[in-house]
């Protein structure tokens, strides 16, 4: 019986460790990161669109949060995370990293400007959207595998 108990506590271990390793991983850390931005950028959108009342602490706390996790967001690129995970990570991106680190730069720029400047209703959360979305766009056009 304490064979039985040993054995399974080491398996369960042995499962803690992999999902640790897993959660470490490049691949898994940007796609939570993008995941983080996806929600900062449905909450702006809701207010765009006026599914969701104007609300400046939403805006504000969605435009930090793409702010900083572009900050950091080119690091999570290391060579050899190219595949994995379910990644959606072109390979150019390690072919072109200047150009892509330089994406990531103006959308975390664009968005501390729009964050200086904080937009003051509806309207102005649309405009400021449109912007962002380019800088998203054009991101994902050149460094985002589509899905099938």
């Known amino acids: 019986m304490k064979i ?3 054995m399974l506590a080491a398996a369960l271990a042995g499962l803690g460790v992999t999902a640790v390793t897993a959660a470490d991983e490049p691949q898994v850390v940007r796609q939570q990161a993008m995941k983080k931005v996806g929600a900062a950028t449905g909450a702006l959108a809701g207010i765009a669109k006026g599914e969701k ?3 400046a602490e939403v805006v504000k706390a969605s435009l930090t949060t793409i702010s900083e996790t ?3 967001f080119p690091d999570h690129f290391p060579a050899g995370s190219e595949a994995g995970h379910e990644t959606e ?6 072919e ?4 892509f680190k330089a994406k ?6 664009d968005a501390e400007a ?3 400047q904080l937009p003051a209703d509806q309207a102005a959360v649309g405009a400021a959207l449109g912007g962002i979305g380019k800088d998203c766009g054009s991101c994902h ?3 985002r595998l589509k899905k099938n």
Do not use: F, H, Q
């Open 53 to 55: 009342p104007y609300d």
């Open 70 to 72: 572009m900050k950091t």
């Open 104 to 109: 990531a730069a103006k959308l975390g720029t």
């Open 89 to 94: 990570a072109s390979p150019k991106i390690w």
């Open 4 to 6: 039985r108990a040993l």
């Open 141 to 143: 056009e050149s460094y």
């Open 114 to 116: 729009v964050l200086a």
């Open 96 to 99: 072109n990293l200047d150009d």
